[in-house]
């Protein structure tokens, strides 16, 4: 079992909630959201931000690897989540694409835990049709300190801005940038989180 599997039950703490509705706010702020739109929210966790954008667009898929956080999102759909959203058992770096072609894919706090992040960028162009759109929320470049010691699965301390950019250039991505999209204030210290924002030509 890993950690997200035994942390799903706890994970929906007021703090994650709010950071969700913030970078959401920060999401529809960049990006023009249509009804007719078909999304993916990458590493969706128990799908706090895909759920709190699921109003925006057509049809929200919360892709997720980890069973345990999938069985609260499962939960959350029978309760009476929205009906335009589905959730998948989904690993970017080794499974096929869930379902057609995506018209948006965003992500919270994913990218630091994929080793490779171009392999990573690729694969998300992958989901995308022409003319799709990324909004990727991660950490600024960081010393180590947010993470509690022997954290699992963190394979970068956040993303210096520029390289991120390039790297999602190198993927083959269009009219990228990068903006703030919230801060986390942790132990007297604040992160800020990054959105990258890119279209696949």
Do not use: C
Not at 91 to 113: E, I, M, Q, R, T
């Amino acid at each position: 079992m890993s950690s997200f599997d035994e942390r799903a039950r706890d994970w929906d703490t007021p703090e994650r909630r709010a950071r969700s509705n913030v970078v959401a706010e920060a999401i529809r702020a960049s990006v023009t959201l249509e009804p007719t739109m078909r999304a993916i929210d990458i590493g969706a966790g128990t799908g706090l931000l895909g759920l709190m954008l699921a109003g925006d667009v057509g049809e929200m898929v919360l892709a997720e690897p980890s069973e345990g956080m999938l069985e609260v999102v499962r939960e959350k759909l029978a309760a009476g989540g929205p009906p335009n959203v589905s959730a998948v058992r989904f690993d970017l770096l080794s499974d096929s694409p869930p379902g057609d072609a995506y018209d948006l894919a965003v992500s919270l706090l994913v990218l630091h835990h994929l080793a490779d992040t171009g392999a990573a960028l690729s694969a998300i162009r992958e989901l995308l049709r022409p003319g799709g759109r990324i909004a990727l929320a991660d950490l600024d470049a960081e010393d180590g300190s947010f993470h509690d010691p022997g954290a699992e699965g963190i394979h970068h301390l956040g993303f210096e801005r520029r390289a991120l950019a390039q790297m999602a250039r190198a993927a083959g991505f269009a009219n990228v940038e990068t903006r703030t999209a919230t801060e986390i204030e942790r132990q007297g210290r604040r992160y800020p989180v990054l959105l990258l924002l890119a279209r696949r030509p």
